[in-house]
C-alpha cells in the first residue's frame, strides 16, 4: 500500500452510499494490497480448514447426546463449541497455553509450551489465521436533539460531572508545575495545499459536511472534548474557522481510508499560514480520538530520529486483557498510535511501548464467533466460491453502515468484505400456522408503539452538552471569516457569567432538553425508533380510534391510559408499567387472544435487543441509548463476521497475542507513585505491564471469576451490580434445501400463553421468546439454513435444555407452517453464552436498579486499570460497533496517560507578517541608501505596472476589433439598418413620439443603478 502524503489529485470523495472504496484482498502477507478480488472473494486466497483440522470442531465440543442424535441419526448435533463448564475443561481447552491461531486454523501442530513463570510473547506470535473492519462520545448515555437517526451523539462526561469521585492519580496525565511554552512546529508546505486547486469552494465544503457526518461529529458544532481543549485559544468567530479545517481533515480520511492522513496533509487545509498550528492541533485531536487513521491502516516505516543507544531508551508494556471487538480494536489503536508519535516518543527518551493482548479463548473474535458448518453443499451458490460456510453464534447483523459506524471503515473501506443487505419484510405466523392478517398486525403494533410512548413518560431526564457553533452559512459555502473577534470563548462566557442574574458558565451555550418518544420498531434488531416529542400528548381513546379500534359501548371518548401509579411502585421495571398499560388498554378496547399473542410477538422483539426479559429492565433507562442508531441497510457479512476481528488482529501486521491464557487475577496501582502491573494467568504464567486495558465481559465481571487487587472501588463495583447483562441463544439449523420463502430473511411466529386462549397478559411471558423469530441466512452461509433466535426467558431455558427436545420442537413449529413434509436438519448447532465461561451471557442491558451515570462509570479507569467492552459505551451498549468504539476510546485514554494532553501553543492563531511603514517624515529625514530599497521596489512596481496596461491596451484593442466584426454579422443577419434604428420612436427620451402614453414618466437620474449588496446585509 502506499503510504505517501496525499495529494488533491489522489483524494475522491469517498462519501454517501456507495462503497468508501473498491474492495482490496487481505493476502498472506498480512497488509492490504492494491488489488482487486471478485465480489464472493474473502480475506485470504488460503483453502479453509476441514472440520476436522479446526479446532473449534464438534470433536471437541460438548453435546446432550453425543455426537449422533437420538431423533435421527442424520444429524450432526453441535452445542456451538462454547467454553462451557464441565469435567475435563482443564485439560481439553487449557493444554499448550502457546497455540497460535495459525495452528487452531490449520491443523498446525501447537508449539512447546513456555516453562518461564513469565509470559513469553514474539512479534510473530499470532501467525495469520485468514481463511476467506458528534459522536461527541461512545461513553455518552445523553440523547441528541435532533432525530432518531443522530449524526452526533453527546459526551455525557463533558456535559456533567458524575457524583462518583475521581481521585487524583486517575486523571490520564497531570500537568507539570511551571508550564512551558509550547514549541511552534515549522511547516514547509503552502496553505490551502491539500485543497483541490480546480474545485468550487462549495463543492469542496459540501464533500467535506459529509465527511464529518460520517465521522460521528457535528459538522457545525464543537465536540465536547475540542471545546475542552480550545475555550482558552480561540474566539466564537474563529470557531467556523477551526470546523473547516477539521472538517476538511475529515474529507482526506474519508477520500481513501486505506491510507493514513498525515500533519502536513492535515496542515495543508489550512486557507492561511496563521491558522497553520490550529490545523495542527486539529489533527491530534482527530488523530487521539481515533475519529482518523484507525483500523487496518498500514502506515510508512518511522524515521529514524535519534542515534541514541535503543537499550538505553525505556520501554513500557501494555497488557490488553480479551481479543474481542473491544480488545482488538484498542490494541491496534495504540499500535497506530504508536508509530504515529513515535518521534514524541523518541524526544522523551521511550521507545514504542510494547502492546500485549491476552485472550483467554482459542479462537479470537469474543462474542463475534463465526463457527464453521461440517456440512458442505452439494452445489455451491452462485458466487459463493471461496468463502467460508459458519453459523453467526453471536454478533451477527451490522446495523446500518451510514452516518458514522466505524464498522463501515472496517468492513467496506479496509478489508473490503462482501455482504448482503437484510430485507425487513416479514411475515408473522399464528401459534397454528397460519399467516396473520397484516391489517390487524399494523393496529396491533401501533397500539404497542404507543403503550411504549406512554411508559417513555418516566424514562431518565439528561442534561444536554454545550453547543458552540460555527457560522452555518459560511461552513456551507466554504467562505472564510471576515474578522477573528477579540475574546476568546472562555473569557466571553466568564464575562457574561459575571454579569447579575446571567447563567453561569455551565449553563451557557446549552440547548433546551429534548424529549424522544418511541414511534416504531426494527423488526431485524428489535431496537425501538424514537424521534422528538412529547410521551403522551393525546388520549388513549383518541389514539385508539384513529389505530382502526372500535372502542367499547361503556368507554368515554376522554378516556386514557394513566400509569403514574404503576410507575411509582419502588420495584417498577419496565416490564411491570408496560403491563400495567396493556391491562388499561384493554379496559377499553376489546384485545382477543391473537391481538395478546401479537402484542407478545413484538414485546419478545424488544427483549431479544436486550437479552433479558422486560421484567429485569430499568423504567428510566432501558432506552438510554436512544437516538444513537446509524442510518442505511442492515447487512450481514458473508463468510462470517469474524473476518472482522481478524483482520484486526493480522491485519496490517500481526499483533503481539497470545491466546489459550485465561487471567486469574490483575494486581494494579491505585497511588500517586507509579507502580507496575501484574496480571496472573490461570497456568501460573505472569506479566508486568504498565497499563492494563480490560476488556473482560460484564457477565465475568459480575461472577467475580477474575480477582482485582486491590478490590474494585465501590463505585465501580456498584456499577457492575446495578448494570444488566443478559442471555440471548440462537438454535440454527443446516437443511438439505430449503423449504421456506427464499426471497425473505425473516419471519415470525406467534406462541402461546400456557393457557392458549389466556387474557391474562403476565402469563405470556414465559413462552413469548421461544422460537419466535426466524432468519433465512442461506445467501450468508452458502447452505440452506435458518437461525431462530430464543428471546427473554426462553434465553435463559435454552441453558439447561438438551439439543434434541430443542430440534423437535423447532421441528413440530415449523411443520405446523410449512407443511408435514419438512426435514429433520441435517446439522444443527445450540448457543449457551450463559455457560460459556469467558462470557457469561450475550450483552449488557439497563437493569432496573441502574443509575444514570452507571455506564459512564464502567468506563472511568482506576489508577493504571483501564476498561472496555460494549458494557462501558452507553451510546451503542450491546453492540459490536460499541465494543469497538469503546476500544478506541480506551486506547485515546491509554495514550493521553502516554504523552499528556495536547499541547496548543499560546496564541494559537499565529500573528500576520509585519512590513515596515515609513511615514513622509522619515521619508525626508532618511539617506539616500535607506530611500534605495523602496525606490527600487517602486521601480519595479512601475515597470510592472506598465507592462500590464500595455498587455491591457493590446487585449482591449483586440476585444474592440471582434466586438466591431460581431456587431456587423448581428445586423447582417438581422436587417438592421442606421435608417431603421432612426425611425424607432425613443421612448426614453422627453418629447420621443406620441407612442409613449407616459413619455416623461421615466427621467433620467443622477445616481446610478447599484447592483451591489445591500450594506444591511449580515455577511457584509
Known amino acids: 500500500m502506499r503510504t505517501s502524503p496525499r495529494s488533491p489529485s489522489d483524494l475522491g470523495t469517498g462519501l454517501g452510499k456507495e462503497p468508501l472504496s473498491q474492495p482490496r484482498r487481505v493476502g498472506s502477507s498480512s497488509y492490504i494490497s492494491n488489488s482487486t478480488p471478485p465480489r464472493s472473494g474473502g480475506l485470504s486466497h488460503r483453502p479453509s480448514p476441514s472440520p476436522r483440522e479446526d479446532p473449534e470442531s464438534p470433536a471437541g465440543s460438548h453435546t446432550s447426546s453425543g455426537p449422533v442424535s437420538e431423533i435421527g441419526s442424520e444429524i450432526v448435533v453441535q452445542s456451538g463449541d462454547m467454553e462451557l463448564d464441565g469435567p475435563g475443561l482443564e485439560d481439553s481447552d487449557m493444554g499448550s497455553s502457546t497455540t497460535s491461531l495459525h495452528a487452531e486454523y490449520t491443523g498446525a501442530p501447537p508449539a512447546p509450551s513456555t516453562t518461564s513463570s513469565h509470559l513469553q510473547t514474539g512479534h510473530r506470535s499470532l501467525e495469520s489465521p485468514l481463511s476467506h473492519v458528534s459522536d461527541q462520545s461512545e461513553l455518552s448515555s445523553i440523547p441528541p436533539s435532533v432525530s432518531s437517526k443522530a449524526t452526533t451523539p453527546v459526551d455525557s462526561e463533558a456535559i456533567r460531572e458524575l457524583v462518583i469521585p475521581r481521585p487524583r492519580n486517575l486523571s490520564p496525565a497531570s500537568p507539570p508545575a511551571s508550564p512551558q511554552p509550547t514549541p511552534r512546529r515549522a511547516f514547509d508546505i503552502k496553505p490551502r495545499s491539500s485543497i483541490p486547486a480546480g474545485m468550487d469552494d462549495v463543492t469542496y465544503a459540501t464533500q467535506c459536511l459529509r465527511a464529518a457526518e460520517h465521522s460521528r461529529l457535528d459538522p457545525y458544532s464543537l465536540h465536547e472534548g475540542e471545546y475542552r481543549l480550545l475555550r482558552q485559544h480561540i474566539t466564537q468567530a474563529q470557531v467556523t474557522t477551526y470546523l473547516q479545517i477539521r472538517n476538511g481533515i475529515l474529507r482526506l480520511w474519508y477520500s481513501n481510508v486505506r491510507r493514513p492522513v498525515t500533519r502536513e496533509a492535515a496542515v495543508g487545509c489550512a486557507a492561511h499560514a496563521r491558522w497553520f498550528d490550529m490545523a495542527s492541533v486539529c489533527f491530534d485531536w482527530l488523530l487521539r480520538h481515533a475519529y482518523i487513521n484507525y483500523g487496518c491502516v498500514e502506515f510508512p516505516p518511522a524515521p529514524t530520529i535519534s542515534t541514541e543507544n535503543p537499550c538505553n531508551r525505556k520501554r513500557k508494556t501494555i497488557v490488553v ?310 442510518d442505511g441497510k442492515h447487512t450481514m457479512v458473508v463468510g462470517g463476521y469474524q473476518a472482522v476481528p481478524r483482520g484486526l488482529a493480522e491485519c496490517p501486521t500481526p499483533l503481539d497475542l497470545k491466546t489459550k491464557s485465561p487471567v486469574r487475577n490483575i494486581k494494579y496501582a491505585t497511588g500517586d507513585s507509579p507502580a507496575p502491573c501484574i496480571v496472573e494467568c490461570e497456568d501460573g504464567t505472569a506479566v ?108 435463559f431455558d435454552t441453558e439447561h435444555e438438551s439439543n434434541d427436545s430443542l430440534i423437535e420442537e ?161 445586423e447582417k443577419e438581422h436587417s438592421l439598418t442606421s435608417d431603421s434604428l432612426s425611425q424607432t420612436p425613443d421612448k426614453g427620451r422627453r418629447g420621443g413620439g406620441s407612442s409613449s402614453p407616459h413619455k416623461n414618466k421615466h427621467r433620467k437620474t443622477s445616481r446610478p443603478i447599484d447592483y451591489a449588496e445591500s450594506s444591511d446585509d449580515p455577511d457584509l
Open 810 to 970: 423447532a421441528t413440530v413449529l415449523l411443520r405446523k407452517i410449512f407443511g408435514r413434509s419438512v426435514p429433520y436438519p441435517v446439522e444443527a448447532v445450540v448457543t449457551r453464552w450463559a455457560s460459556d465461561r469467558f462470557a457469561r451471557g450475550s450483552y449488557s442491558s439497563s437493569g432496573p436498579g441502574m443509575h444514570i451515570d452507571d455506564y459512564d462509570a464502567m468506563a472511568r479507569p482506576v489508577g493504571n486499570l483501564y476498561f472496555a467492552g460494549e458494557h462501558t459505551c452507553g451510546t451503542h451498549p450491546a453492540t459490536v460497533h460499541g465494543a469497538y468504539l469503546s476500544g478506541l476510546r480506551a486506547a485515546s485514554e491509554v495514550w493521553d496517560a502516554l504523552l499528556g494532553p495536547i499541547d496548543v501553543p499560546t496564541p494559537l492563531k499565529r500573528p500576520k507578517e509585519s512590513r515596515p511603514n515609513m511615514t513622509s517624515k522619515m521619508w525626508r529625514a532618511a539617506g539616500p541608501e535607506e530611500r534605495k530599497p523602496y525606490e527600487d521596489k517602486a521601480g519595479q512596481l512601475k515597470t510592472e505596472h506598465a507592462r500590464l496596461q500595455e498587455e491591457f491596451e493590446e487585449k482591449l484593442a483586440k476585444w474592440d476589433e471582434e466586438c466591431a466584426i460581431l456587431r456587423a454579422q448581428y
Open 688 to 795: 508486568e505491564a504498565d497499563i492494563v486495558v480490560s476488556t473482560i465481559p460484564l457477565g465475568v465481571l459480575k461472577q467475580g471469576s477474575v480477582g482485582f487487587d486491590p478490590p474494585l472501588p465501590e463505585w465501580k463495583q456498584g456499577a457492575i451490580e446495578r448494570i444488566g447483562f443478559g442471555v440471548l441463544n440462537k438454535v440454527i439449523l443446516v437443511y438439505k434445501e430449503p423449504f421456506w420463502d427464499t426471497s425473505r430473511h425473516i419471519f415470525g411466529v406467534l406462541r402461546d400463553a400456557p393457557n392458549k386462549h389466556s387474557l391474562i397478559q403476565s402469563e405470556y411471558a414465559s413462552r413469548r421468546g421461544r422460537f419466535f423469530q426466524w432468519f433465512n441466512v442461506s445467501k450468508m452461509t452458502g447452505l440452506p439454513c435458518l437461525v431462530a433466535l430464543m428471546a427473554g426467558n426462553a434465553g
Open 321 to 630: 486483557i480479551g481479543a474481542g471487538m473491544a480488545g482488538l480494536g484498542c490494541a491496534r489503536q495504540m499500535d497506530a498510535l504508536a508509530k504515529q508519535y513515535s518521534d514524541q516518543l523518541a524526544e522523551r527518551g521511550e521507545l514504542p511501548p510494547k502492546i500485549v493482548v491476552l485472550e483467554g479463548r482459542r479462537r479470537i473474535g469474543g462474542r463475534v464467533y463465526s463457527r464453521e458448518f461440517q456440512t458442505k453443499p452439494e452445489t455451491p451458490l452462485p458466487g459463493y466460491d471461496g468463502q467460508r460456510h459458519t453459523a453467526e453464534m453471536g454478533g451477527m447483523i451490522i446495523t446500518g453502515f451510514e452516518r458514522g459506524n466505524p464498522v463501515n471503515v472496517l468492513v467496506r473501506g479496509q478489508l473490503g468484505l462482501p455482504f448482503r443487505v437484510l430485507k425487513s419484510d416479514t411475515t408473522l405466523y399464528d401459534s397454528n400456522g397460519r399467516p396473520v392478517e397484516p391489517l390487524r398486525d399494523d393496529r396491533v403494533e401501533k397500539l404497542y408503539n404507543d403503550c411504549l410512548d406512554r411508559v417513555s413518560e418516566f424514562k431518565f431526564k439528561t442534561q444536554p452538552s454545550k453547543l458552540i457553533r460555527g457560522n452555518l452559512q459560511l461552513i456551507q459555502t466554504g467562505r472564510e471569516i471576515t474578522s477573528d473577534g477579540t475574546r476568546t470563548i472562555s473569557e466571553q462566557e466568564e464575562a457574561l457569567a459575571a454579569l447579575p442574574h446571567a447563567p453561569s458558565v455551565s449553563e451557557q451555550n446549552v440547548p433546551e432538553r429534548v424529549n424522544r418518544v418511541p414511534v416504531s420498531s426494527d423488526k431485524l434488531t428489535g431496537r425501538v425508533h424514537t424521534e422528538p416529542g412529547t410521551p403522551a400528548t393525546s388520549k388513549a381513546s383518541t389514539r385508539a380510534s384513529q389505530f382502526g379500534w372500535t372502542l367499547k359501548n361503556s368507554v368515554h371518548e376522554d378516556s386514557t391510559v394513566d400509569l403514574s401509579q404503576a410507575a411509582s411502585n419502588p420495584d417498577a421495571t419496565l416490564g411491570s408499567v408496560l403491563d400495567d398499560a396493556i391491562v388499561q388498554y384493554r379496559s377499553l378496547v376489546d384485545l382477543a387472544a391473537l391481538d395478546h399473542r401479537l402484542l407478545n410477538w413484538h414485546i419478545a422483539n424488544l427483549e431479544y435487543s436486550n437479552a433479558t426479559n422486560l421484567y429485569k429492565l430499568s423504567l428510566g433507562g432501558w432506552d438510554i441509548d436512544a437516538g444513537y442508531e446509524w
